[in-house]
């Protein structure tokens, strides 16, 4: 990996100081993250269905994005959602609305036997379920929604961070999505180095999503 590694607090800092000090909104951010993840999801990915599994943050609303993308990119694709679309907010709101809008299959899971019967064994899974707002060990339905995904015979691709993992020590406590490629934002982060982390990363790919060189070197 060449780019320096980050803290999901440095990350998230950058997130917000992009928006309050630069002006760059969210959504933008947003934009850059989902077109450039689903530019590589489409470079690995094996043909056939996409399965993007949202959750209910902006991990998720990367995903409602990704969709849009890949769609474009002539790809088949699915939503499982955790939660309903009036659930979620802000920028993840948005893309959701749009996704929606744009007749994108969307289906909301609330257990995880429901999402066996949606995932096609042959299908790729993205892992926008949780990212760097994500306090482990996984909760309920997510622990469930990641064994079921864990458990499929596909390619498997985590979006920032494979769902369950500590990003910053790179702890990934049972269950913790196994991801084939990581597609990371702005940086890999600090617990990818960890020998815990590699089972669960795979190849790490590093996405810009459009925050000024600037602003990169001046978080220490
Ligand atoms: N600068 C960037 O890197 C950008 C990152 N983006 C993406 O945004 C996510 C972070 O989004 P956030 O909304 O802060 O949190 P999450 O989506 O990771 O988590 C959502 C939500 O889930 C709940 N939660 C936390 N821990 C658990 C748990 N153990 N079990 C169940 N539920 C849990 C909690 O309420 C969280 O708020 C980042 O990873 C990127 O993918 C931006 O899209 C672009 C810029
Ligand atoms: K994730």
Redesign the pocket.
Known sequence: MNSKSLS?EQ??R???I?IDEYGIP?IV??E???RGAAEKIHGVAPPGLITILC????????GY?IARHLELLGRSIQIVSTCEISDLS???KTNAEIAARSDIPIQKVDESSRLQLILDPAATIVD????????????????DLVRAANNQPCMRIA???P??MN?DTGEAIDPTFIADHTI???APKTGFASPNASKHIGQVHVVS?G?PSKLLRSIG
């Open positions: 999901c990350v998230r950058v997130d917000q992009a969210g951010l947003m850059n993250a989902g959750g209910k943050g902006n991990n998720g609303g990367d994005v802000g920028d993840a926008g379920l949780l990212g760097t707002g994500s306090k482990p060990p996984l909760r309920g339905m997510y622990a979006l920032d961070i769902t369950g990003a990371t934002f702005v999503i925050v």
